[in-house]
């Protein structure tokens, strides 16, 4: 790690942090994602390759491997009470051979590249590429429970679909991505970049964040959607990410590190999440919201071309997307279930904060899709994901 990146996500001493969560329930505080080491549990060889799953999901092949998140799912490692694996194994008599959890969409892709796995939690900007590679498979949404239990709106992402419409991803969780700022600090949509005090999250997709913010204060540069630049507007996003960047600022990718970053002074305005401005209002501490409009992103399991346990794979899919399941993933990480039905007991507060409930609200939300140069297929000459990678690479070194 460069001295400069050491600098950036240097973080100081917890103390302040300690004082700001303790008062919280457990099930909401950040959890596994704090946690940045990746995880891989290899038990079994690879099964032998079997039949797709039929109308009414055959018999389980006996194992499972699995790509995901850190923190999006649990096997009792860091507490006994977050485990929602060991219970789908008992359930189904499918066993997890394989979990293997990344902390950034490059590590998952590179983990794609180099290993077979039969459900994967993408991201969107993963999800298209998998799609566009033939490396998932459509899915038989017929085959599974809770599917109707999700909000139009996620279940109709361009990012689980292709072109024709067919379905290959399953949303899991999603976020969205909000302006939160101390009284004082730089207010308007351009606010986290015009400091060097701030957070931003560690991601080639808040390029898109910057483009939003430019399509309100410079209207003349035509951005229309954030994920669907051209290279004019790509040099204008990441521009303005630059304006102001230096060894001060915070990239994170743990919910944690806001929280330490507004905790210690390193950060008073933050690309954050609403779990972030829930937290602080119930631990009485003033923080704003800008207004205007959003971006999010939802990850979704999809199952891989090559998957040798389909029928487990699809059993899979109805235990993550499950109330159950999913109420404890999303108490585990602060991010928004996609079931509606997991919004009860202390997932309530944290669904509220997302509007997770509210279809008008969602509608506003510009959820992500992965960056082409065809333009989403809309026409044009645009930037693609590798682009955007190159360049967010150069500006967070």
Request: charged residues 25%; glycine residues 10%; aromatic residues 8%.
């Amino acid at each position: 790690m460069s001295g400069d990146r050491f600098r950036r996500t240097r973080l100081g001493a917890l103390a302040g942090v300690v004082a700001l969560t303790v008062c919280l329930p457990v099930a909401t505080a950040p959890g596994a994602l704090a946690r940045r080491a990746a995880v891989q549990d290899t038990r079994s060889p690879t099964p032998t390759p079997s039949p797709k799953p039929s109308a009414s999901i055959g018999k389980g092949e006996g194992t499972l491997q699995v790509l995901t998140y850190q923190g999006h799912v649990e096997y009792g490692g860091a507490t006994a009470s977050a485990d929602w694996l060991s219970p789908f194994e008992k359930l189904t008599g499918c066993r997890v051979s394989r979990l293997d959890r990344v902390h950034s969409g490059e590590e998952m892709a590179e983990k794609v590249r180099s290993a077979s796995y039969d459900v994967i939690s993408a991201s969107p900007d993963l999800a298209g590429r998998l799609i566009a590679d033939g490396a998932v498979r459509p899915l038989d949404t017929t085959l599974l429970r809770s599917y109707k239990d999700i909000p139009r709106r996620l279940r109709e992402l361009p990012a689980t679909r292709d072109a024709s419409g067919k379905v290959y991803g399953v949303p899991y969780l999603w976020g969205t991505n909000q302006v939160i700022r101390e009284p004082g600090a730089p207010d308007g949509p351009d606010a986290v970049y015009r400091t060097e005090q701030s957070a931003v999250r560690d991601t080639p997709l808040s390029i898109a964040d910057a483009a939003l913010a430019l399509r309100r204060t410079r209207p003349e540069l035509g951005v229309k959607d954030p994920y669907q630049l051209t290279p004019a507007q790509l040099d204008a996003a990441v521009g303005l990410l630059a304006e102001h960047d230096g060894p001060r600022r915070v990239y994170w990718t743990s919910t944690l590190e806001v929280i330490q970053a507004f905790s210690t002074g390193e950060a008073h305005v933050a690309q954050a999440l609403p779990y972030h401005l829930d937290l602080f209002e119930r631990a009485g501490r003033t923080v704003e919201r800008e207004k205007g409009p959003v971006t999010g992103w939802a990850d979704a399991w999809m199952v891989g071309t090559g998957a040798t346990s389909p029928n487990c794979a699809y059993k899979w899919l109805n235990w993550v997307g499950s109330a159950d399941t999913q109420h404890s993933a999303a108490a585990w990480t602060g991010l928004a279930p996609a079931n509606v039905k997991a919004c009860d007991g202390e997932v309530r507060r944290l669904c509220d904060a997302y509007h997770a409930r509210d279809d008008r609200e969602l509608g506003h939300v510009l959820f992500a899709t992965r960056p082409t140069k065809d333009c989403g297929g809309s026409g044009g000459e645009c930037t693609d994901y590798t682009e955007w990678e190159k360049r967010w690479k150069d500006l967070v070194k």
